[in-house]
């Protein structure tokens, strides 16, 4: 059963500082990892899929990169801002059962 | 392009009672998936559909069940309501298939059991 942690569960930095939220999968078999962001009581909004074969996508100040041999992905956020206090979470779709995964997700508070 | 719609919005019920979430998927899509998201458990997977069949299920009892239509639009049903089922149901679409599957989520059904 694929297993999806991500840490730290939350984070507080002041604005301006680059973010680094981190996502570990326990099976390499994956199809895509996808992001997303959820602010409270919403709904999730999609940032950034990587297929399985890509190493990294980009899409304005976000950034993620894959490894999938070692199980790991990175979400970069550069120069945060206060708009990007939100809850991000990973999700893995596995290649073999293909279910989607989550993490438990990292809570993110950009200080003004 | 509209996005995923879920209705309601919001919902409140009491033990024993059924309830059916509906959602809309964004046009073109035809698959639909249902997420049941609560604080304890995080999100979990309840069941996907693809072409009105179900081609994926999650670990939760016969009591939650779905269905999707010929237009997309999906269903899902929770028969004899318990307290634990008080969570956001999310549905998500996708165009379908493959590495570029990806997921597209609406705003929830928050479901409250009395």
């Known amino acids: 059963k694929q297993e999806v942690t991500q840490i730290p569960a939350a984070l507080s930095v002041p604005e301006g500082e680059n973010l680094v939220l981190n996502c570990s999968f326990t099976?390499?078999?994956?199809?895509?990892l996808q992001w997303f962001r959820q602010d409270p009581g919403k709904g999730l909004t999609s940032l950034l899929l990587?297929?399985?074969?890509?190493r990294e996508q980009t899409s304005g100040r976000l950034n993620a990169s894959l490894d999938k041999s070692s199980g790991r992905s990175t979400l970069y956020i550069a120069a945060s801002q206060p708009g990007d206090s939100a809850t991000y979470l990973c999700a893995v779709r596995g290649s073999n059962d293909y279910k989607l995964s989550f993490g438990a997700g990292t809570t993110v508070t950009v200080r003004a | 392009k509209a996005g995923v719609t879920q209705t309601p919005r919001y919902l409140i019920k009491t033990r024993g009672q059924q309830v059916t979430l509906s959602c809309s998927p964004i046009s073109g899509h035809r698959s639909v998936s249902w997420y049941q998201q609560t604080p304890g458990q995080g999100l979990q997977f309840l069941f996907e559909y693809f072409s009105e069949t179900q081609r994926n299920k999650g670990n939760f009892p016969g009591r939650f069940s779905g269905r999707q239509f010929s237009n997309s639009r999906s269903e899902m049903n929770v028969s004899t309501l318990e307290l634990g089922d008080s969570a956001l149901y999310l549905c998500?679409?996708?165009?379908?298939?493959?590495?570029?599957?990806?997921?597209?989520f609406g705003p929830g059904t928050r479901l409250t059991v009395l």
């Open positions: 099976d390499s078999a994956i199809y895509n």
């Open positions: 990587i297929q399985s074969s890509q």
């Open positions: 998500a679409s996708s165009l379908g298939t493959g590495e570029y599957n990806e997921q597209f």
